[in-house]
């Protein structure tokens, strides 16, 4: 009998997997100037509204739309070549981000949430296709390598394009940093067109994408009912997404309350922590934990984690002005983040067939990105009604994805267990 495969170091695999390491660099890239963009946002909404609401309505335009349409992006990654989604989605939102550079009046605040849906509306389909794509390039031993690599490249991109943008903001100019953003899409762009992407193809005749949406669209629901140990992995960043949704959202204003002066550059920092917390966990975990069998019970663990964090950062937020002190319980809780998200990632692409990922994929982020901004509605709304203070509300949605992960740990960790020992765990 052959030993199994070794799974291949981080290096290893994007030395030899030439097609893994080209979609690699795109990501790199675009994340990058991803980043630029969303500091530069806030930063502007803040400039020109001076409103908590408004700028939770800027989180949520950046999830609603995207939830709306991933059902039909996940359609697309199923039905036609994931490598031109992913390439025709990037041009097309280097040309849409150039809209901004003419937004410098209050009058104009709406067209920043025209411009942002009409962004991620088109770059809901680039995801589903990316995570869709990545087990059609990747042997499954090296499944854990790929996706803690993307998550970390997700976690630095953000570190730095954060931290990077909030200085960029400051002293260059959004302008400056609106212009980067468009490049970057370009240059990704560039690197997937060079990438070889196999992917399962269904002759069937099913008809026009129009008539056909609805029933291709239930036939992946279908699929992740049928099934409740995809079920349970696709609902899992739903879960996190109940605190830690608003939780993300109420950082941008902890940096605002901590640095009104200088909000880009706090901003900045607590998303880079952010950022190398959610770099930091996957690695560690995954150094640590090689047995599957147990991550169902550290993905409860780190819901909790999460919570535990943003709960002592709100609270040393109210005594310490420095940013870096603050930025600390940041990076915890997003190394736990971190952490929940690779390990969901590679559960979920392990149980779905090739022909379904794209759908069950885009339905999971149906479900985290409408959980997330209704999360991130409901803690706008509190703090705009004047209903409770920064500090409380960060404390409410910490306490409620402490309680979340609590629930994980009592009532998906058994089902998991129960299924494993009864050989009910699908493989792709």
């Known amino acids: 009998m052959s030993e199994p495969s070794r799974p291949a170091g981080y290096l290893e695999l994007l030395k030899e997997n030439l097609s893994f390491r080209r979609l690699w660099y795109g990501s790199v890239i ?3 100037g991803d980043w630029f963009n969303t ?17 939770g309505a800027v989180f949520i335009t950046k999830m609603l739309p995207w939830a709306l349409a991933s059902p039909v992006a996940g359609i697309l990654a199923d039905r036609y070549n994931r490598r031109r989604i992913m390439i025709a989605s990037d041009i097309i939102r280097a040309v849409i981000v150039l809209g901004f550079l003419f937004i410098d009046e209050p009058g104009e605040v709406y067209l920043i949430y025209v411009l942002t849906a009409v962004q991620v509306i088109v770059g809901s389909a680039f995801q589903p296709a990316k995570s869709a794509s990545v087990p059609n390039i990747t042997k499954r031993e090296n499944l854990v390598t790929a996706n803690t690599i993307m998550a970390a490249t997700w976690s630095v991109m953000l570190a730095l394009g954060a931290a990077m943008g909030g200085f960029a903001a400051e002293w260059l100019g959004l302008k400056a940093v609106f212009i980067l953003d468009s490049l970057s899409y370009l240059l990704s762009a560039w690197f997937i067109y ?25 036939d992946g629901l279908r699929h992740i009912r049928q099934y409740p140990a995809i079920r349970r992995m696709a609902t899992t960043k739903m879960v996190w997404a109940m605190g830690g949704g608003a939780l993300v959202f109420l950082l941008a204003l902890i940096g605002e309350s901590i640095s009104p002066e200088h909000t880009s550059i706090s901003i900045g920092i607590l998303f880079a922590a952010r ?64 952490s929940n998200w690779v390990f969901s990632t590679v559960l979920l692409q392990q149980r779905v067939v090739d022909r379904f990922r794209g759908r069950v994929f885009a339905t999971e982020w149906l479900l985290v ?20 203070p920064l500090l409380q509300v960060v404390i409410l949605y910490a306490s409620i994805s402490i309680i979340s992960g609590l629930i994980w740990l009592f009532f998906v960790v058994p089902a998991e267990k129960r299924d494993f020992l009864a050989g009910n765990i699908p493989e792709s």
């Not at 502007?44 to 700028?55: C, V």
């Not at 990105?369 to 409770?388: K, V, Y």
Request: net charge positive; hydrophobic share 50%.
């Open 194 to 218: 060079r990438t070889v992407i196999p992917q399962f193809t269904d002759d069937k005749p099913r008809g026009s994408l129009l008539r056909t949406a609805h029933r291709e669209v239930m």
């Open 39 to 55: 500091i530069a946002l806030y930063s502007l909404i803040l400039k020109l509204s001076g409103s908590e609401f408004a700028l």
């Open 275 to 338: 950022g190398i917390g959610t770099g930091l966990g996957p690695v560690i975990v995954r150094a640590r934990i090689r047995n599957e069998q147990y991550w169902p019970l550290v993905i409860g663990i780190c819901i909790v984690l999460t919570g535990t964090g943003y709960l002592l950062a709100g609270i040393m937020a109210a005594f310490w002005t420095a940013s870096f002190a603050v930025a600390l319980p940041v990076m915890l809780a997003h190394t736990a983040g971190g």
């Open 30 to 32: 675009s994340l990058f």
């Open 369 to 388: 990105m409408g959980m997330e901004s209704f999360s991130i509605f409901t803690a706008s709304l509190i703090l705009e009604m004047g209903l409770l």
